[in-house]
């Protein structure tokens, strides 16, 4: 990460365009032990309707990292994940093959032992991911919260400017019942349409915001945020901070729950 970029997955740059950091879709082992990686398609978080049509309009030069894995952080590496492994999932056939190839060559015993060696390495990822919060998100933890504390005349905010901004929004409507769940404030429509992930929200915020006037509002961010409302958007934060304060504040694994009343 580049200080220069803060601490957020997407920032609005001087066009006025989502600039996001690479995410890591093209990854290259460089011979120093280094990797390189970029985005697939930079510039696609700014198309409304269809990337055939704006794409064109919307892309711009692959920006590049390297990060070096040769030293403390291939040790870190084993704690913790440095890439987002539904962008590696295309490299597992090859993978598999050279473990074949490997394999084949080796005595029984020795074939034996790598196979307990690799089960022995694996359980504890695999047994962690098939926790309540095993995909490093309490998702179920954070819509339980939601549907405990919520009152009628309740509204929900979002960040569109987080690395996945569909998963807070996903995670309400599967772990919070219809009848608890507050109103989505904010969007004009469902997610994953029209080509987009993510919901499409207000242009007017104020106008949504005061339509519904809600005297609570919740907040639900990716990781932990010791302030919900930094990283809504420049004007959303702004809204927000004019018209609430915070009264609650829970942190499950990987989330953020804040709660706001109006005043």
Not at 25 to 54: C, F, H, P, R
Not at 64 to 91: C, E, K, M, N, V
Not at 199 to 219: G, N, T
Request: aromatic share 6%; net charge positive.
């Amino acid at each position: 990460m580049r200080s220069s970029e803060g601490q957020n997955a997407c920032h609005t740059d001087a066009d006025g365009r989502q600039l996001c950091k690479p995410a890591g879709a093209t990854v290259v082992a460089l011979a120093n032990g280094k990797v390189l990686y970029w985005d697939a398609l930079e510039g696609t978080e700014n198309v409304q309707l269809s990337i055939v049509l704006e794409f064109a309009k919307q892309a711009r030069n692959d920006r590049s990292r390297t990060i070096d894995l040769s030293g403390a952080l291939a040790l870190i590496a084993q704690f913790t994940p440095l890439f987002w492994p539904r962008y590696l999932i295309y490299t597992v056939p090859a993978w598999v093959l050279l473990a074949a190839l490997t394999v084949g060559r080796l005595s029984r015993g020795r074939t034996v032992a790598v196979l307990v060696a690799v089960a022995l390495l694996g359980a504890p990822s695999q047994t962690s991911i098939r926790m309540p919060d095993g995909h490093g998100q309490a998702t179920r933890a954070a819509g339980t919260l939601i549907a405990d504390h919520a009152r009628p005349g309740d509204a929900i905010a979002y960040s569109l400017l987080e690395s996945a901004p569909w998963v807070p929004r996903d995670l309400v409507e599967r772990y919070v019942p219809a009848q608890r769940r507050p109103r989505d404030v904010f969007a004009v429509g469902p997610q994953r349409v029209d080509g987009h992930l993510a919901a499409r929200e207000c242009a007017d915020l104020a106008a949504c915001l005061d339509q519904a006037d809600p005297p609570r509002i919740w907040v639900v961010r990716m990781r932990t945020q010791t302030d919900p409302l930094h990283g809504l958007g420049d004007a959303k934060e702004d809204l927000l901070r004019s018209r609430y304060h915070l009264t609650g504040l829970w942190l499950p694994n990987g989330l953020t729950v804040a709660l706001y009343e109006r005043g």
